[in-house]
């Protein structure tokens, strides 16, 4: 693959990606109402997965503090690196 396709194919997905995190409109070739929905879907799912996350802490040892701590750090520094990725490009 040349470098300009390359180029333009971290370029498309880029604006994908930070329009479904950043609820942004769709970029172009994209159903808007589709977007819309899927990037609804996706921060319920996430919403969903922390309650879940957030209840199983609350009632395993096995989620105990150092571990929940652990989670969520480790949470926290994939989204700074995701982020840093989203601001580069």
């Known amino acids: ?15 994908v990606l930070a329009a479904l ?20 879907a996706l921060r319920h799912k996430r919403a969903r997965s922390e309650r879940r996350r957030a209840q199983q802490s609350a009632s395993s040892p096995r989620f105990s503090e150092p571990a929940g701590n652990a989670l969520s750090q480790a949470w926290r520094r994939g989204q700074r690196w995701l982020e840093s990725l989203l601001r580069r490009a």
């Not at 995190?21 to 609804?40: C, M, N, V």
């Open 21 to 40: 995190l950043e609820a942004r409109p769709a970029p172009a070739g994209f159903d808007a109402k589709r977007f819309r929905i899927a990037a609804q």
């Open 1 to 15: 693959m040349a470098a300009d396709a390359r180029a333009r194919l971290a370029r498309a997905e880029h604006d």
